[in-house]
């Protein structure tokens, strides 16, 4: 945890179906912001538990940005349906959006609030559906009414 919320300018990436976003448009929600590319072995032996959070937390004030870091597409595109990920996937092909949050390797993860601050990072894999973390995230994020 950070001393105090950073204000981080927006990621701009794109969807999965091309349309242009940035973590703005989940202002409202607590955001796990996760740098990740398909070749990473940490990535690739985080994303299970990615996942289960994700379905732990539906219904609450809470998302996932997870952006792939300078990939193709369809190679994305690719690796998403052969694991069957639902959580929200992000391209950032060229890692411009990228370089100055994962400037310190991937996967590289960051915490934001409601007001899209950062609140916490993390470099390197880690666990995220464990009881004592989806608890913490339940607090912060709230249920949705």
């Given at each position: 945890?950070?001393?105090?919320?950073?204000p981080?300018?927006?990621?701009?990436?794109?969807?999965?179906?091309?349309?242009?976003?940035?973590?703005?448009?989940?202002?409202?929600?607590?955001?796990?912001?996760?740098?990740?590319?398909?070749?990473?072995?940490?990535?690739?032996?985080?994303?299970?538990?990615?996942?289960?959070?994700?379905?732990?937390?539906?219904?609450?004030?809470?998302?996932?940005?997870?952006?792939?870091?300078?990939?193709k597409?369809?190679?994305?595109?690719?690796?998403?349906k052969?694991?069957?990920?639902?959580?929200?996937v992000?391209?950032?092909?060229?890692?411009?959006?990228?370089?100055?949050?994962?400037?310190?390797?991937?996967?590289?993860?960051?915490?934001?609030?409601?007001?899209?601050?950062?609140?916490?990072?993390?470099?390197?894999?880690?666990?995220?559906?464990?009881?004592?973390?989806?608890?913490?995230?339940?607090?912060?994020?709230?249920?949705?009414?």
């Open positions: 945890m950070f001393p105090a919320p950073e981080i300018p927006p990621v701009v990436v794109k969807t999965m179906d091309g349309k242009t976003t940035n973590t703005g448009a989940m202002a409202g929600k607590v955001v796990l912001l996760n740098f990740w590319a398909t070749w990473c072995p940490p990535c690739k032996s985080e994303m299970p538990s990615i996942e289960a959070m994700y379905k732990k937390l539906k219904g609450y004030d809470f998302d996932i940005m997870a952006v792939s870091v300078a990939e597409p369809q190679t994305v595109i690719d690796f998403i052969e694991y069957k990920y639902t959580y929200p992000f391209l950032d092909e060229t890692g411009a959006a990228s370089a100055p949050f994962a400037g310190r390797g991937i996967p590289t993860t960051f915490i934001l609030d409601k007001q899209g601050r950062a609140i916490a990072g993390l470099v390197g894999a880690r666990s995220y559906d464990g009881p004592e973390v989806v608890d913490l995230f339940k607090e912060m994020a709230e249920k949705l009414q």
